[in-house]
């Protein structure tokens, strides 16, 4: 694994630890367990961003040091690794990303507004959100399969 996609996953565990583990509080707090849910979501579906793009930057760097060493084979092997990452960072979480933003915006406004608790879950579930551990699996799986 290159430096720049190790770093990558310390990245996205960091800030899908801290955002998600904001969520969990908050389920806590809300009892609700479709926010739990949501946390645990937000903290898998962030991890993965973390290391396609942590992927994207070492294949920009291998695709650099082909061009200036003048390796053919090195640049072929950084830009195959970038664009496979920019691929599944594009097909993965372009959609998921726009959905779970809308319905947590929706989702903050009622916890602020001070809804009860099934009030906020009838909310979730009208969203239709994406199931992020759906989600996540399909780019791990993919993710797996080719990087």
């Known amino acids: 694994m ?18 998600g583990g904001a969520l969990e509080i908050a389920g806590e707090v809300a009892d ?14 962030t991890a993965a961003s973390g290391e396609i793009l942590g992927s994207l930057a070492d294949g920009a760097v291998t695709t650099v040091h082909g061009v200036v060493t003048k390796d053919g084979e090195k640049v072929k092997e950084g830009l195959g690794d970038a664009g496979h990452a920019a691929m599944l960072t594009a097909e993965g979480l372009g959609h998921t990303v726009k959905h779970t933003a809308i319905g947590t915006a929706h989702l903050v406004k009622e916890i602020i507004n001070q809804k009860e608790s099934s009030s906020i879950n009838t909310k979730i579930e009208e969203q239709n959100l994406p199931s992020t551990t ?3 699996d399909n780019i791990n799986s993919s993710a797996d399969e080719n990087i």
């Open 32 to 45: 609700s367990e479709t926010l739990k849910k949501a946390g645990k979501g937000v903290y898998n579906v």
């Open 134 to 136: 759906s989600v996540v």
């Open 2 to 19: 290159g430096f720049l996609k190790g770093l990558g996953q310390i990245a996205g565990k960091v800030v899908g630890g801290a955002v």
